[in-house]
């Protein structure tokens, strides 16, 4: 049984509260997130993820944090004595005893992450001044079989079962859009969302393959269930 994507970041600010939502892409996803930038008119700043020697100086200084904690309660007075006489007894370096005790406290597991370095897995979203813009190819046997996008195209105005009252926002849907239909920000237009529906004009052309397909997926956990739109628009 196959899923469909759900398109929602979440709440991220409650009561009144301010808060941040961190949007996880893949590079083939690029284009869809300018879309979204354009829909909105709200810049989305881009983030480098952390190295992994970025990541075992975190892990490190949290675990030193949980060893002064532990120092200042009364709990770990009874084991000095403990370790005292093992030292005594074994002549064994304190160090190594310490270290010995901090893998017993971890269950074994090691406290960095043990796989090799890369480079930083966020790429540059957009060129540079002095590198050439160039347009993305389009998937090959994508959903609409590869067509070449064409902004002159006919356009034909659809409905879609999600609306304010479901906190639809015009981001929300261009994405699914651009992302599901494979289609250009120039081919999603007039995006108009009323209570219980939302119109958007779209290529007249799209295939009941497509149709189908934008039916199923979920925006903020509504099913599209797109349709042409037969009526006329105020």
């Keep these: ?88 007894e074994t002549g064994a370096e304190l160090l190594d005893v310490a270290a010995a005790l901090a893998s017993m406290v971890r269950g074994g597991k090691s406290l960095a992450l043990e796989r090799p370095e890369s480079q930083p897995a966020v790429e540059p979203d957009r060129p540079s001044r002095d590198e050439p813009s160039r347009p993305e190819p389009s998937r090959a046997g994508g959903k609409r079989g590869g067509k070449a996008r064409r902004a002159e195209a006919p356009q034909a105005t659809y409905r879609i079962e999600v609306g304010r009252r479901h906190g639809v926002q015009p981001g929300n849907i261009v994405g699914a859009l651009a992302h599901e239909a494979d289609l250009h920000g120039s081919e999603i237009n007039g995006v108009d969302i009323r ?30 269930q797109i349709s042409r739109f037969k009526g006329h628009r105020d």
């Design 1 to 88: 049984m196959t899923t469909s994507p759900t398109y929602r970041i979440g709440r991220t600010g409650r009561a009144g509260r301010s808060g941040e939502a961190i949007l996880f892409i893949a590079p083939r996803e690029r284009n869809m997130l300018r879309i979204i930038e354009r829909a909105t008119r709200q810049p989305i700043e881009p983030m480098n993820l952390p190295t992994v020697a970025e990541v075992n100086q975190q892990r490190a200084n949290r675990f030193k944090a949980q060893i002064t904690a532990a120092m200042a309660t009364a709990e770990a007075g009874p084991y000095r004595v403990v370790i005292e006489d093992y030292l005594r």
């Design 195 to 224: 209570a219980d529906y939302t119109l958007v004009r779209l290529p007249a052309d799209l295939s009941k393959e497509t149709l189908q397909h934008l039916r199923g997926i979920r925006v903020r956990g509504q099913p599209l």
